[in-house]
């Protein structure tokens, strides 16, 4: 990957509707050019796919809650039977396999905090192997950013 890849990276992060002929302009490259470096990134999966970035409260998402879990079976199928849940769950915007008190923290949004609790029983407490839920409710949004720092070439 070079500076011209790493420069459109940036650009896409900012703006992924730019079109190819605007994306070319901003690099300095011809149209061509610039489709074939775009088209190589999302066939080498650095660029795995685009999409808008809406404000959940516009929208009635109005809790976000940074959930523990702990689980207490550790085996290979009690984490694949949670991990397809939570990957179908459309409330559930990531979840990470970490170390330390908790197993899993998923980051989780809903209309309100009966809507939460109505996901937390009928969803999470349902699942094997769930020892215990902790959850933290965000009071304000300090920085949310999906954009990752692309670093310079090195």
Not at 44 to 57: E, F, K, S, W
Request: net charge negative.
């Amino acid at each position: 990957m070079d500076s011209i890849d790493r420069s459109m990276l940036r650009l896409l992060q900012d703006d992924a509707t730019l079109s190819n002929a605007a994306l070319g302009e901003k690099l300095s490259l011809s149209v061509t050019p610039c489709w074939r470096r775009r088209k190589h990134l999302e066939d080498q999966g650095v660029v795995t796919g685009y999409q808008a970035n809406i404000d959940r409260r516009a929208i009635g998402l109005d809790l976000l809650a940074f959930v523990h879990i702990r689980i207490n079976i550790h085996s290979d199928k009690t984490a694949d039977n949670f991990e397809a849940v939570v990957r179908s769950r459309p409330e559930v915007l990531s979840c990470h396999k970490v170390t330390g008190d908790a197993d899993y923290i998923l980051q989780v949004v809903a209309s309100d905090l009966d809507a939460y609790g109505d996901f937390i029983e009928r969803v999470l407490r349902k699942q094997t192997g769930v020892a215990s839920i902790q959850s933290s409710v965000a009071l304000r949004e300090v920085k949310f950013s999906s954009k990752f720092p692309i670093p310079d070439e090195s």
